[in-house]
């Protein structure tokens, strides 16, 4: 009887270590975006890249306007003009229209900078937010919940709303100046 308690004690550890290990992992998603675009650092970045970006926007409409206007007014005045003219004013309205696709892609360009050096350290912080809750919330996983091939998530499991507010607990703490003693 006694080795039997003894060993059935023995055997009482490997069982919960047993459970523990075939428990089911824990669980969470976030949506990046929402937390980005819905915390006070993400708002600030968000504000300032569609400031850069509209300022971009109005010189490219200008200069989209006057192509076309450039263009309206070559298409009343053709019929009226030799051959030369009309050909030398198509050839300049083909390159007025290269200059512009020349330039839009370089304000795309600009602008994906822009955004990635904007991004960056708010990505690096909100990782390291979320390493912090995935170890003591004791999670498996966190996932992004717009990843390719995540076709249903449940609320249950979406821990972006937390996020946020740890984001902004821990940006607001990096942003205030430290006191000295």
Do not use: W
């Not at 050096?117 to 390291?128: D, F, R």
């Amino acid at each position: 009887m006694l080795i039997l308690f003894f060993g059935s004690i023995c055997l009482v550890p490997s069982f919960s270590e047993a459970a523990e290990a075939s428990a089911a992992p824990k669980i969470a998603v976030i949506n990046m975006q929402k937390v980005v675009r819905e915390s006070k650092v993400g708002r600030k970045a968000t504000s300032q890249l569609n400031q850069q970006f509209e300022h971009l926007q109005k010189i490219l409409q200008a200069k989209q306007d006057a192509i076309k206007a450039f263009k309206d007014d070559f298409e009343k005045k053709a019929p009226l003009m030799s051959e030369e003219a009309r050909t030398e004013k198509e050839l300049e309205y083909k390159k007025m229209v290269r200059d512009f696709k020349e330039q839009s892609d370089d304000a795309q360009l600009e602008m994906r900078k822009a955004e990635a050096k904007v991004m960056e350290p708010i990505l690096k912080v909100l990782e390291k937010v979320v390493t912090k809750i995935g170890e003591s919330g004791g999670y498996s996983i966190i996932l992004e919940s717009n990843m390719p091939g995540l076709y249903y998530v449940s609320p249950a499991i979406d821990i972006t709303d937390s996020v946020i507010k740890a984001y902004d607990q821990e940006s607001a703490g990096q942003s205030q100046p430290s006191k000295s003693k």
